[in-house]
């Protein structure tokens, strides 16, 4: 009887187990139900893009869509300037970042606990109100349809100073006494010391950033007057809605491999960005 009961009270938390998976895999495919329609809707030939009844599939996989997206449009020239505007505004924010993070948190100097606030109080600022100033600002530089102006506006953010000032309190003080002690001063203490502990925050940041100025429409429809020369992505995606009609298929083709390079920098640097979600404050903890 105890061995029968053994047996019975081991199989509960295995059903519930696979009931678990079971439900985990329900929700994962929910979330990639899109994403399948949209590789499935790539390689259909545009007449079967949109068919009655709809099928996940069409007669053919037309596999030339995705060279046909680089012959409608300069699609190349897109994905380099995205790449451009993208490595460039996320280099300038995580190095800023950690600058201003370091200063908020380590460094001792009249007025910090006043002015954080302050710059922390930016965040509750859409985007979207400042564009109309922005782009005053950028006209009067006089570098409307330039890639400063799709870089330098949004280079400069609260959120990455607050997250690496959030890492950096957690750092012990007895790290920087052992560092000054060995003749390091403050410049080579944030470089030697603080800047290698942060990898894993500075990781999240550059993921967060590098996706923002990537997917990034608006800024972009309104500063970029020259689509073909300086557009990037999402607005090199809404080229292909003209009067002509909507290439749906190539559409989709282009959205495909606009997610590329997100996903390869997510496969990368995944270890990276769980160490730096548990650090820095952004697992619910």
Not at 170 to 186: F, K, N, S, Y
Request: proline share 6%.
């Amino acid at each position: 009887m105890s061995s029968g009961g053994t047996r019975t009270t081991g199989a509960a938390p295995r059903a519930r187990q696979a009931i678990g998976y079971l439900i985990l895999c329900l929700i994962a495919l929910a979330f990639m139900a899109p994403l399948i329609y949209m590789v499935a809707t790539s390689l259909k030939p545009e007449s079967e893009t949109f068919t009655t009844p709809p099928a996940l599939w069409g007669s053919a996989l037309r596999w030339q869509n995705y060279t046909d997206v680089f012959s409608y449009l300069p699609f190349a020239r897109f994905i380099l300037n995205g790449v451009l505007v993208a490595a460039v505004g996320t280099a300038i924010n995580v190095t800023v970042a950690a600058l201003s993070g370091y200063a908020f948190s380590r460094l001792r100097w009249r007025g910090r606990n006043v002015v954080f606030p302050l710059f922390l109080a930016t965040l509750m600022i859409p985007q979207d109100v400042l564009v109309i100033p922005m782009y005053v600002m950028m006209q009067n530089l006089g570098w409307v349809d330039t890639f400063q102006a799709l870089i330098i506006p949004w280079a400069f953010t609260a959120l990455g100073a607050f997250l690496l000032r959030q890492f950096f309190l957690t750092v012990p003080q007895e790290l920087d006494d052992a560092a000054r002690v060995d003749g390091a001063g403050t410049v080579r203490t944030f470089l030697s010391v603080m800047v290698p502990l942060a990898r894993p925050t500075l990781a999240v940041l550059a993921v967060f950033t590098f996706i923002s100025y990537w997917n990034s429409f608006l800024w972009p429809l309104v500063i970029v007057n020259d689509v073909n020369a300086r557009a990037t992505i999402p607005l090199g995606l809404q080229a292909f809605f003209g009067q002509q009609g909507n290439e749906w298929s190539l559409v989709m083709a282009a959205s495909v491999i606009s997610m590329l390079p997100t996903v390869i920098i997510l496969v990368l640097l995944q270890k990276h960005l769980v160490r730096g979600i548990v650090t820095s404050g952004l697992g619910g903890r």
